[in-house]
């Protein structure tokens, strides 16, 4: 495609009047059609030196850098259209085009600039086989039109959503028709819509999604979601796009100020001016005037006044041409109701964070950029803002409201400054537009108003769940907001998710997972605090985790694993908010956490922040039961051992065994027995620590503790065969066995990362015995299970194992890759290569090197370090069925 032209540029947008119609009737004969327009449109538009750049279905969008050229081709193509053959059906195209100039500057092949805007409304006002333009357009061309061409002045016109009138000029031209019915306009119609003062954003597909509820005749649909989702401004856009369907009028009816249900039909019969005739009720009056008309009513804030949903239905039913629009927090709940949820804008993705010029696509993103550059004109999204403003549209939700009002603080701070003022965002996004409806003048404004129409037990609900972080499970709720049992849980979330204060999660899930939007959440946390709640409820969230976390424990070394620990990861923010809370109150939840979660903290989460969470509950757990301490430090010691940081894993593993041995719980004093033979052979003393892990094993094995007894098999085999230690008398034939029985132990247990461990230790000793293939395919099921459950904390060590596979079959440069893939992802982890194992790394490399040379060697190393996991994981499979996307961040 050649390259879209910057600055000044003219656009020109073109559509087929009716389209869907035709394609309802033959979508065969109308595919055939569309594709002949759509080549005679790209043919002629490329003839005049302009680059269509966009096709929405059968529209097409074009920019030339001479607005001569864009009438000209606009001219050409009109009458090539005219005179071409059609098939019958669907008969003769009719195509509307329209014309405008402004700046703009292409980013990633399209433009995201105000002309386009302004040109859509345009093309919406006309008819087809007629070629609108604007004033811009006429100013540029109008001392050289092309020979034959005149432009005939139609006047000023206010389009729909555009804040100034417009002047529009028609193009008549010798062939084509010159005569069409009245634009499309807003004053052309019955209605008392305004024009709003700022443009919608990222709503496009929501206004197509009603379009189409309304082309299937559907006579009421309502708008829900909560406060400050732009329910009211999506109703607004919608209704002025379907004007044109209603002849006799759209009409806004806002019932903001109505409380009695009583007042609706008076409010409706105010607005359009119906008047109640002597002897006869007001709403037989309304009935008989709605009667014969084909009308759009927009009924705004309808949910203080559902009692009047009677009312409304027995207006559609005697008014068969009427059609409602309606904007609720809850549905109306009658039979003919189709409830269209209103969701926040989507949001950007932090953790792939694209550039300023892609970010600028994202809708809440975009949201507020437009309102921030209304504040200040000189606001720029650029590379360097980008993540704060990023962060900002994630903290707040993607809630338009609440995105509008943070814009507007960007005359005083850069985006940087204004997040970190927005740990609490609703003391801070006040003073909205004054000419707003004064409950969203605020965010707290707007949320209140949702709450105080709330019945006092639903009331409760919402600020007993506030406590939540990330969500919750129905099963979560009962147990910790219902601690007395006074409140229907489930029924108050049925409510709570219809007033769209509560949004459930996923709606595939065979449990159902809940969640609030962080704004209302904040909301609700206050009102918890005001109420005298939050210590009673926060000790009921905390205790239940605990619980959770003890439940899980046994799991993640069982055919489960994975299945708890995505349940983990899913509630790691709970967990997290128990564990802050017990420190601050109460150390014996947080000990609970801390002494369950090694796992769960290895595998995912990451061994500094759980490292970082078991030291602060240890630091507050002087008087706490001591069987509990000795649980968390021994999870203490497990995660400084993953991170090689050998002394603070050696005394916590001391201080852990004497509470047990203390206790009398001889079980828990053995598995710290086997730790500390496995901190022995990670730091050299492979001698002592073959011993402390065959004691180790006899007491597993008194014990019944079959998969402690397999991961003391799996280490013993280590010890065997030189993996993770420095022990000068390698056995691989007797590692072999170890290995061998181990996994036999834990394949009988079930723990896929014991085998997927194993299996890679296996491989590693096989390719010592030069059984390559062999070697290779156990290694490769290996890196597969640890796929499969999602373990990523094991993938360096098969990504590497893999390298010594390549590097054995003379691929030294995929080798070099594989290797640096697994080095990055593992310092990525916050892990550490064994110290007993650093000096065989290092000679693996350097013969990596010796073998590539130092330049070569240097740039399959950076290219390796580029990889992503699921790169690196395809790369050192190859094999195209093995499932990556669970691996992908």
Request: with cysteine; net charge negative; charged share 25%.
């Amino acid at each position: 495609m050649p390259d879209l032209p910057s600055g000044t540029v003219t656009f020109l947008f073109t559509d087929i009047e009716g389209s869907t119609a035709l394609w309802e009737r033959d979508r065969a004969e109308m595919a055939a059609a569309v594709a002949r327009h759509l080549a005679i449109l790209v043919e002629t538009i490329a003839s005049h030196d302009g680059v269509p750049f966009k096709t929405v279905g059968d529209a097409v969008q074009a920019a030339f850098p001479v607005a001569r050229n864009a009438l000209a081709a606009a001219v050409a193509a009109q009458g090539a259209l005219q005179t071409e053959p059609w098939d019958a059906p669907p008969g003769p195209l009719r195509i509307r085009m329209a014309l405008h100039t402004g700046e703009a500057h292409p980013q990633d092949g399209d433009y995201v600039a105000a002309p386009l805007n302004r040109l859509a409304r345009l093309l919406a006002a006309g008819h087809g086989g007629q070629i609108l333009l604007t004033q811009a357009v006429q100013q540029l061309v109008r001392g050289d039109l092309p020979a034959g061409i005149i432009l005939r002045h139609l006047g000023t016109h206010r389009l729909r959503d555009l804040q100034e009138p417009d002047e529009v000029f028609q193009v008549v031209a010798p062939g084509l028709p010159e005569h069409f019915p009245p634009l499309r306009a807003l004053p052309s119609h019955p209605t008392n819509l305004t024009i709003s003062p700022t443009s919608l954003v990222g709503r496009d597909e929501e206004i197509a999604a009603v379009k189409q509820l309304f082309d299937a005749e559907t006579r009421l649909v309502t708008l829900t979601g909560a406060g400050g989702t732009g329910k009211t401004r999506l109703a607004q856009e919608i209704a002025a796009e379907a004007l044109e369907r209603y002849p006799d009028g759209v009409f806004f009816v806002d019932l903001a100020l109505i409380r009695a249900a009583d007042y609706v039909v008076p409010t409706i019969a105010s607005v359009l001016g119906v008047r109640e005739n002597p002897g006869e009720p007001l709403p037989e009056t309304l009935t008989r005037y709605l009667a014969e008309r084909r009308m759009l009513l927009v009924l705004d804030n309808c949910e203080q006044v559902l009692e009047a949903a009677g009312d409304l239905a027995s207006l559609l039913a005697h008014c068969p041409q009427l059609v409602i629009l309606a904007t609720s927090r809850e549905p109306l709940r009658v039979r003919v109701e189709r409830v269209f949820p209103v969701s926040p804008l989507p949001l950007p993705d932090l953790q792939g964070l694209p550039d300023a010029a892609a970010l600028a696509h994202v809708p809440s993103v975009a949201l507020f950029v437009e309102r921030a550059q209304a504040a200040d004109p000189g606001f720029t999204l650029t590379n360097e803002n980008a993540s704060a403003t990023a962060a900002i549209c994630r903290r707040l939700d993607g809630l338009p409201l609440a995105i509008e009002l943070a814009a507007a603080r960007v005359r005083l701070l850069t985006p940087e400054a204004l997040l970190t003022r927005l740990e609490r965002s609703l003391p801070f996004l006040t003073s909205g537009a004054r000419d707003a409806p004064a409950r969203q003048r605020t965010l707290r404004d707007t949320i209140a108003w949702s709450h105080d129409l709330l019945p006092s037990d639903d009331q409760a609900l919402l600020r007993r769940l506030s406590v939540f972080v990330g969500g919750w499970t129905l099963e979560a709720a009962e147990a910790v907001t219902n601690p007395d049992g006074s409140l229907d849980v489930l029924e108050g979330l049925g409510s709570l998710v219809e007033r769209s204060l509560v949004r459930r999660a996923d709606e595939a899930r065979a449990e159902p997972r809940f969640g609030m939007l962080e704004t209302i959440r904040e909301f609700g946390l206050e009102q918890l605090t005001d109420t005298g709640e939050d210590d009673a409820i926060r000790q009921g969230h905390a205790e239940h985790f605990a619980a959770f976390a003890e439940l899980a424990e046994p799991q993640f070394f069982a055919p489960g694993e994975r299945t708890w620990l995505d349940r983990c990861e899913e509630e790691s923010g709970n967990l997290t908010a128990a564990l802050v809370w017990s420190v601050a109150h109460d150390p014996v939840p947080g000990l609970r956490i801390a002494g369950s979660l090694w796992w769960y903290w290895h595998t995912r989460a990451g061994l500094g922040l759980g490292r970082a969470e078991v030291e602060r509950v240890l630091r507050r757990s002087e008087h706490a039961p001591s069987h509990l301490v000795a649980k968390a430090t021994r999870t203490l010691g497990q995660l400084a051992l993953f991170q090689s940081d050998y002394e603070t894993a050696h005394a916590a593993f001391r201080d852990s065994q004497r509470r047990f041995n203390d206790l009398g719980d001889t079980a828990e004093a053995n598995r710290i027995g086997f730790l500390l033979g496995v901190l022995a052979q990670q730091s050299g003393a492979s001698a002592e620590s073959e011993q402390m892990m065959r004691d180790a094993l006899v007491g597993f094995r008194q014990h019944g503790e079959r998969m402690w007894e397999g991961l003391c098999l799996h280490f013993l085999g280590n010890s065997a065969s030189g993996i993770s230690s420095a022990t000068t008398r390698r056995d691989v034939q007797r590692a072999e066995a170890f290995y061998r029985d181990a996994l036999s132990v834990l394949r009988e247990v079930g723990f896929p990362s014991g085998v997927a461990t194993t299996l890679g230790n296996l491989g590693e000793v096989l390719l010592e015995q030069g059984r390559v293939d062999e070697a290779e395919a156990t290694i490769r099921e290996s890196l597969a299970l640890r796929v499969a459950v999602h373990n990523r904390h094991g993938s360096p060590q098969q990504l590497q194992s893999l390298a010594r596979v390549a590097a054995g079959k003379g691929d030294a440069e995929r080798a070099t890759r594989l290797w640096a893939a697994g080095d990055q992802l593992r310092r990525d982890l916050g892990a550490d290569v064994p110290q007993a194992s650093r000096e065989a790394h290092e000679r693996f490399v350097r013969s990596l090197e010796e073998r590539l040379g130092p330049e070569q060697f240097a740039m399959a190393w950076a290219a390796g370090q580029r990889l992503t996991l699921e790169r690196a994981v395809a790369e050192a499979l190859t094999v195209a069925d093995v499932v990556m996307t669970g691996l992908r961040r």
